[in-house]
T-cell receptor, first 116, second 116 residues
Framework: AQSVAQPEDQVNVAEGNPLTVKCTYSVSGNPYLFWYVQYPNRGLQFLLKYITGDNLVKGSYGFEAEFNKSQTSFHLKKPSALVSDSALYFCAVRPISNFGNEKLTFGTGTRLTIIP | GAVVSQHPSWVICKSGTSVKIECRSLDFQATTMFWYRQFPKQSLMLMATSNEGSKATYEQGVEKDKFLINHASLTLSTLTVTSAHPEDSSFYIC????????????FGPGTRLTVT
């Protein structure tokens, strides 16, 4: 069974400071990893994904994430936080396969608050 | 990018009535669609996976007779909550997988259901 852990329910960062939202995963074999952002009463917006290749993945809105296989982590980062980054962030994992019906497993989410 | 819509975006219904939620892939064909449920301040829980032209696969604990899913075409899946009760009040989100790019899911904006 696959699982995702987001150990922090809440992360507060001052505007302009670097931010990190943590994610660790467990899956059989190699993973596909994703980060999504959710604003109030909205669906999920895709930020970035790791499929294969370079361990550092760059995504939307200046976010990036680093895949670390030995630590089974996929932390989300941004060098300089904006107030508009305040939202709920979800990490997700699914096993590598050629089938489109493989399930995504989500973490419990981390609420990121950027303090002006 | 791939766009998924949901209709309605919010609905209020009386206890005992049925409510249908539509999920459409607007600019791509989706062989697989997923239905999630999200409680306040919680993560997404996968309810079922639907493949075009076949019966949906429900997750453990999800009543298939209560949450009817139909995936009649490659661009439309519907979720019908039958005989709704207040405990069914929730945020329902669908996602769709591309036939060609099988590892990515695109999420709809969600439907807020309130049962009075």
């Amino acid at each position: 069974a696959q699982s995702v852990a987001q150990p922090e329910d809440q992360v507060n960062v001052a505007e302009g400071n670097p931010l990190t939202v943590k994610c660790t995963y467990s899956v059989s074999g190699n993973p596909y990893l994703f980060w999504y952002v959710q604003y109030p009463n909205r669906g999920l917006q895709f930020l970035l994904k790791y499929i294969t290749g370079d361990n550092l993945v760059k995504g939307s809105y200046g976010f990036e994430a680093e895949f670390n296989k030995s630590q089974t982590s996929f932390h989300l980062k941004k060098p300089s936080a904006l107030v508009s980054d305040s939202a709920l962030y979800f990490c997700a994992v699914r096993p590598i396969s050629n089938f489109g019906n493989e399930k995504l497993t989500f973490g419990t989410g981390t609420r990121l608050t950027i303090i002006p | 990018g791939a766009v998924v819509s949901q209709h309605p975006s919010w609905v209020i219904c009386k206890s005992g009535t049925s409510v249908k939620i539509e999920c459409r892939s607007l600019d791509f064909q989706a062989t697989t669609m997923f239905w999630y449920r999200q409680f306040p301040k919680q993560s997404l829980m996968l309810m079922a996976t639907s493949n075009e032209g076949s019966k949906a696969t429900y997750e453990q604990g999800v009543e298939k007779d209560k949450f009817l899913i139909n995936h009649a075409s490659l661009t439309l899946s519907t979720l019908t909550v039958t005989s709704a009760h207040p405990e069914d009040s929730s945020f329902y989100i669908c996602s769709a997988g591309l036939a060609a790019s099988s590892y990515e899911q695109y999420f709809g904006p969600g439907t807020r259901l309130t049962v009075t």
